[in-house]
């Protein structure tokens, strides 16, 4: 590990790289603070930008985005008691009624330095787990690596939707996209239908902007037209945090911070399942749980360091075995495959200046946000009012730009509005999208050590429980769906009781 | 300013019009029903056209068709699942269908989005030029959403071209 530690800050510290990460940073939580615009939106439109960028400032300006959205979310949960992104509905909880107590800046301050103390957190774990978990992962063989794979989309299947069932489906649904175009083994072409582009198969970045972006503008329908209106008075105070608060702080930020990163190693689970369990756990262990729901700082504490603390933690199975925590480090992984840089031991080993540059960088990420945040806030609440008559439009032609910059092609720009339109008949029908996006990531990785698996053991399934890695992901496999399984029912029987 | 002002309003009106009628009207989509069957059928209808379109050698201990299959048998029992445990709760407990209500109004609002993003692209693709289909789709959205305010049109129309710009020169994108 040391001996990389010189050539990747070597790599790291120029100026092109402080200038994307902060420019990674800037739009992460702008985007972020707007309601409805979430952090894996905003990463799918500027992934085409990093094309022509080499791995390191291309992650850094992807990072930037990734982790500054945990921020900026919760910059509307607290003015304006809309959440940015999802994880943010945690943060306003608290942090809103805060606010209305006339201590808006303090708000904003806690959830900085809370997030900022997460994502540091979750980069230091990355930098110290990543390897450890890399040398495992390298003595797995191909029967392992299709367990693991099926163990994270099982995981993503459950816990995205209502139904842990039609989560299944649309897994299904994303491997089978994967399937089209060439053969990875025989290079025969499968389900092309005669169109000859199609023999590269679909590109992820112009589905992606199909299924996430574009159905986002599709479902402007449903929404009234309004504006969300900021009182720029509401943030007139001093933003003073007491000493008193800042020791309350201490312990859920630690907490929440180790709570973050272990829900974030864990594939398909994301920053808002770690944002409202670490709530609960700072509630049920706070002297103040009385304060819990009216402005308590423990509990925007926690929530924020939570979400933070996942960012780091999501990319330890992404660049260890190549399967994304969550999906917007899913997105990531074409930025980092365009570059050369294959997820695995080798990536840790023989591309080790440009991994630990990564790693090393995303904890100059989280300072860089905390200086943003400090300085830049009045700004980042400023854009929660713009129009989305101006909003909606700019999002339309990046999305178009960006799937025709892909190959130069506008056969792409149909395709993102083919998926767009399968992606609003899939919500009618209430069907998780996430799934789909995991299911075209791991389905090259899944179908290969399937076939390969079963080309060892000459056609016998026996391969896939005979080590003790494949035993030890079935039963977590197992393990994993009986808990959602059993959750869901509990869910069904207190919205029945309701 | 004037005429199209008019225009506009006379359009607004019969939006109105139109959206008043169909506001009113929704409809009860029997949603794991129609997941169950849809998902279904596409898996038999992929089973079916999985012999034209993968080509497998004799050669092969482990073809190209293995693992589609598989992902199939894997979607049509999952479908077949959420199917029997409709029939089920319909037919033996005697609970209505799990429906989701579908607001007619929000699908043709839908529809004029979607309209406005084929029309963009077919202009784009057509001219060979998105900075025209760019100036379509801004220009759209604002009648789309009714806005009034000539700022706002000054605005979106400037961000549209430095969108252009930004690809066209900052990325040589040459469309």
């Known amino acids: 590990m040391l001996e990389f530690i010189g050539p990747a800050l070597q790599h790291l510290f120029t100026l092109e790289n402080f200038l994307w990460i902060n420019l990674g940073v800037f739009i992460g939580s702008v985007f972020a603070a707007i309601p409805g615009l979430s952090v894996i939106l905003c990463v799918i439109l500027f992934l085409p930008f ?393 389905g090259n990785m899944t179908e290969t050590n399937f076939r390969r698996a079963l080309l060892i053991s000459n056609g016998s399934p026996k391969i896939f429980v005979s080590s003790i890695y494949c035993i030890i992901f079935i039963v977590l496999t197992v393990l994993a769906v009986a808990t959602l399984i059993r959750s869901k029912m509990k869910e069904g029987r207190e919205g029945t009781k309701k | 300013m004037e005429g199209k002002q008019s225009w506009m309003d006379r359009m607004d009106k019969k939006r109105d019009e139109i959206g008043e009628k169909l506001e009113k009207k929704e409809i009860n989509l029997p949603i794991d029903l129609i997941t169950g069957a849809l998902f279904l059928l596409i898996g038999i209808l992929t089973l079916l056209v999985m012999p034209g379109q993968v080509k497998v050698s004799d050669t092969d201990v482990v073809n190209g068709r293995a693992f589609p299959t598989l992902l199939m048998v894997v979607m049509m029992i999952c479908s077949g699942i959420v199917l029997l445990k409709e029939l089920y709760s319909v037919f033996i407990k005697k609970q209505p269908l799990t429906t989701k209500k579908v607001n007619l109004l929000i699908e043709v609002k839908a529809l004029e989005i979607l309209a406005i993003l084929i029309l963009t692209f077919v202009i784009c693709k057509v001219t060979d030029l998105f900075v025209i289909g760019a100036v379509f789709c801004s220009l759209g959205f604002l009648v789309y959403f009714r806005c009034k305010k000539k700022s706002y049109y000054a605005i979106t129309v400037t961000v549209a071209v430095l969108i252009w710009v930004a690809f066209r020169f900052g990325l040589g994108v040459a469309f």
């Open chain 1, 50 to 442: 990093t094309y022509r960028m080499t791995a390191i400032p291309g992650m850094m300006f992807l990072l930037g985005i990734y982790c500054a959205g945990g921020y900026g979310g919760s910059v509307s949960a607290i003015l304006i008691n809309t959440p940015g992104t999802p994880h943010a509905a945690a943060t306003m909880m608290d942090g809103h009624p805060l606010s209305q107590k006339g201590r808006t800046k303090a708000a904003l301050k806690i959830a900085l330095y809370a997030s900022t103390f997460g994502g540091v957190f979750s980069a230091l774990m990355l930098l110290f787990l990543g390897p450890q978990v890399a040398q495992v992962a390298a003595q797995l063989g191909t029967a392992e690596y299709f367990m693991v794979c099926l163990f994270g989309l099982t995981i993503i299947a459950g816990v995205s939707g209502k139904s842990m069932i039609k989560g299944i489906i649309a897994a299904c649904i994303g491997l089978l996209i994967s399937c089209i175009g060439a053969d990875p083994m025989t290079s025969y072409d499968r389900f092309t239908f005669g169109v000859q582009r199609l023999y590269l198969g679909l590109d992820l970045a112009i589905c992606l902007i199909g299924l996430f972006a574009l159905v986002e503008v599709l479902a402007k329908a449903e929404k009234k037209p309004g504006q969300l209106i900021l009182d720029s008075k509401k943030m007139n105070d001093n933003g003073k945090i007491t000493k008193d608060e800042f020791k309350r702080m201490v312990r859920p930020t630690i907490l929440s911070s180790i709570i973050g990163v272990l829900v974030g190693i864990i594939p398909g689970t994301g920053a808002s399942e770690a944002s409202w369990f670490s709530y609960d756990r700072a509630k049920a262990m706070s002297k103040h749980k009385e304060e819990f729901g009216h402005g308590s700082v423990e509990g925007i504490a926690a929530a924020e360091s939570a979400n933070n603390a996942v960012t780091g933690a999501t990319l330890v199975p992404l660049l260890t075995m190549g399967i994304p925590g969550d999906g917007t480090v899913a997105i990531m992984l074409s930025a980092l495959m365009i570059n050369g840089l294959n997820p695995g031991l080798s990536l840790f080993t023989t591309q080790g200046d440009i991994m630990y540059a990564i790693m090393i960088g995303l904890i100059f990420v989280n300072l860089f946000m905390l200086l943003q945040g400090t300085f830049l806030t009045q700004l980042f609440a400023k854009v929660v009012s713009i129009p989305q008559e101006i909003l909606t439009p700019i999002i339309v032609l990046f999305c178009f730009a960006g799937a025709y910059s892909v190959n130069k092609n506008y056969f792409d720009v149909g395709v993102a509005l083919i998926f767009a339109v399968i992606a609003w008949l899939l919500r009618k029908l209430e069907m998780p999208p996430v799934p789909i996006l995991l299911g075209m990531v791991l």
